[in-house]
Every structure is written in C-alpha cells, then in structure tokens.
C-alpha cells in the first residue's frame, strides 16, 4: 500500500482501507449495531477509527487508497 515509517501506521493504514471496504459491503456500521463481527479482524479498536468513519464514507475505496497512500488521512487516525 506504500511505505510507512513504522508498522503501527501500516497497521492503521489496513485498517482504514478495511473499515471502507466492510462498510461499503455494509458489514456494519459501528459497534453494536450487528455489525461488530465485521470488524473484528482491525489492529486497533474500531473506536480510534470513529472520525475517519464518516470521511471515507463519503469517499469512494479508491479515494480512501490513494489517501491513505499519501497521509492525507493519518491526523485523523493517528
């Protein structure tokens, strides 16, 4: 997916293209809504995720890529 300057921003990384894959599939919205199960393969909690949540819905999973790939999502991750 690109190069990251340590394994847990990697890890973050797969997680948000996950989180957008799983949640455009609709294998959950969040937790406690049937869902968590889909989630449960992340490297973090799912709640470290919950303000990038609504940003990479609105974005399309090649977006969410690209972004990830570039960092311009990681403040709102990290």
Avoid: H
Avoid at 20 to 27: I, L, M, N, P
Avoid at 35 to 47: I, S, T
């Amino acid at each position: 997916m690109g190069g990251f300057d340590t394994e847990a921003e990697a890890a973050r990384a797969f997680d948000v293209c996950s989180l957008k894959k799983w949640r455009d599939e609709g294998k959950g919205r969040g937790l406690g809504d049937g869902g968590v199960l889909a989630y449960q393969g992340l490297n973090f909690e799912f709640g470290d995720y919950s303000a990038v949540a609504p940003v990479i819905d609105a974005m399309s999973l090649e977006d969410v890529v690209t972004a990830v790939r570039q960092g311009k999502l990681r403040e709102q991750y990290a």
